[in-house]
């Protein structure tokens, strides 16, 4: 495990065990007891991996992770800001206000809590998809700011429980989104590279433009099935979850150019979490890939 302060500390995500935890047919410290195995500094969790959200429940899970020797450092939520129903919206943000406590009894200062705009509902223009979602996210920053938890806006792909796409997927969208919110320590990027591939932007030049805004990331990779084009993943808007033909791989074998997202990030002296969102095929993927991302920040954080 990493204990230098000045390199980023590894976290796994159980990508492969989501929707089993999030439907109670697997235990969520079933998953931290098999994560004991793997070389990372800590586990990030999903808002729908809890049982409960009351406090014992949450310093239970807490301790769980803890005596593995591990650390909480993000919690992934998805709330929907721009729901077209304004009942809906508020719902939203009040929600997402109880997550970021959450983040705090699971992680303490400085945990990243996510937070992304919504859904890209059909009948909502541009411009009230940004002020619904820069509203959502300043009703919940001062609460963060409060608590000392850092909100993480991702350039995201679609929530595994959605029927539409991320509102801000798109790099032009995110950017307008991001301008919208006042700098505060509490609040910045959660930098995914395969999203940026999967909304057909360019994922290098994105971070290079939101690097000194980065507060954690997603060393995920993606591929497509053969024969497969991203012009297809159009076809997956109103269904829900994920479209079949878009998979996650061993981060290094994917679409990311990691020579180029590690120069940055060291260049600009991140040292914040980097999570792998893996093991689809097995725990045996989840720990290649872990492999791969503790060799790239020894050598390009050396």
């Known amino acids: 495990m990493n204990n230098s302060p000045k390199q980023p500390k590894?976290?796994?995500?159980?990508?492969?065990?989501?929707?089993?935890?999030?439907?109670?047919?697997?235990?969520?410290?079933?998953?931290?007891?098999?994560?004991?195995?793997?070389?990372?500094?800590?586990?990030?969790?999903?808002?729908?991996?809890?049982?409960?959200?009351?406090?014992?429940?949450?310093?239970?899970?807490?301790?769980a992770i803890n005596s593995t020797g591990r650390e909480m450092p993000m919690l992934c939520c998805s709330p929907d800001f721009t729901h077209p129903s304004e009942a809906k919206r508020m719902a939203a943000i009040e929600y997402q206000q109880k997550m970021i406590r959450v983040a705090h009894t699971l992680g303490g200062p400085g945990t990243v809590c996510?937070?992304?705009?919504?859904?890209?509902?059909?009948?909502?223009?541009?411009?009230?998809?940004?002020?619904?979602?820069?509203d959502g996210i300043k009703a919940c920053l001062p609460l963060a700011e409060?608590?000392?938890?850092?909100?993480?806006?991702?350039?995201?792909?679609?929530d595994g429980f959605w029927h539409y796409a991320e509102f801000a997927q798109k790099a032009d969208?995110?950017?307008?989104?991001?301008?919208?919110?006042?700098?505060?320590?509490?609040?910045?990027?959660?930098?995914?590279?395969?999203?940026?591939?999967?909304?057909?932007?360019?994922?290098?030049?994105?971070l290079r433009q939101v690097v000194r805004r980065v507060v954690s990331m997603h060393a995920s990779d993606r591929y497509l099935v053969?024969?497969?084009?991203?012009?297809?993943?159009?076809?997956?808007?109103?269904?829900?979850?994920?479209?079949?033909i878009l998979k996650h791989g061993v981060?290094?074998?994917?679409?990311?150019?990691?020579?180029?997202?590690?120069t940055i990030l060291s260049q600009n002296n991140y040292t914040g979490w980097i999570s792998i969102e893996d093991g689809m095929n097995g725990m045996g993927e989840m720990a290649e890939s872990l492999a791969f991302l503790r060799k790239g920040i020894q050598t390009y954080w050396a």
């Open 10 to 63: 590894i976290s796994a995500f159980p990508k492969c065990y989501l929707e089993e935890i999030s439907q109670r047919r697997m235990s969520l410290f079933t998953w931290i007891e098999e994560a004991r195995q793997l070389d990372c500094d800590g586990l990030e969790m999903y808002e729908g991996f809890f049982e409960r959200l009351d406090e014992s429940y949450l310093l239970e899970v807490r301790s």
């Open 114 to 134: 996510r937070v992304l705009s919504g859904q890209r509902w059909p009948e909502l223009t541009r411009e009230q998809g940004l002020k619904y979602a820069a």
């Open 146 to 158: 409060e608590l000392d938890v850092v909100l993480g806006l991702e350039n995201h792909y679609k």
């Open 173 to 206: 969208v995110f950017l307008d989104l991001l301008a919208l919110i006042p700098q505060s320590k509490n609040f910045g990027v959660q930098y995914d590279p395969s999203n940026a591939v999967v909304a057909g932007d360019d994922h290098v030049e994105l």
């Open 226 to 244: 053969d024969g497969a084009t991203l012009d297809d993943l159009k076809q997956a808007e109103g269904s829900a979850g994920y479209a079949t």
């Open 251 to 262: 981060t290094g074998k994917g679409f990311n150019d990691y020579h180029s997202i590690f």
